[in-house]
């Protein structure tokens, strides 16, 4: 009968570090997904700074172009 005690102690155990195992991957997959959701709100906002830097050149070299406009119609006045 000793033999069945400890069969079923051992089942006990090995079904208690199972749950454990089990509880510790569940918490590593959790904090997994945590963190992609972080780095893919990270990466969205970067994105978009990204595009409004673009736009920023954009604007530079419109405004550049003005500036040398204006600065050869400056020089056909001095000729």
Not at 7 to 27: C, H, V, Y
Not at 60 to 75: D, M, V, W
Request: glycine fraction near 6%.
């Amino acid at each position: 009968m000793k033999k069945k005690n400890d069969d079923d102690s051992q089942l006990a155990l090995a079904g208690t570090e199972e749950a454990e195992i089990l509880a510790r991957l569940s918490e590593r997959v959790e904090k997994a997904v945590a963190t992609i959701q972080e780095l893919r709100r990270e990466r969205d906002a970067l994105k978009a700074r990204v595009e409004e830097l673009e736009g920023y050149e954009q604007q530079r070299g419109e405004i550049r172009q003005r500036i040398e406009g204006i600065l050869a119609s400056l020089e056909e006045l001095g000729d």
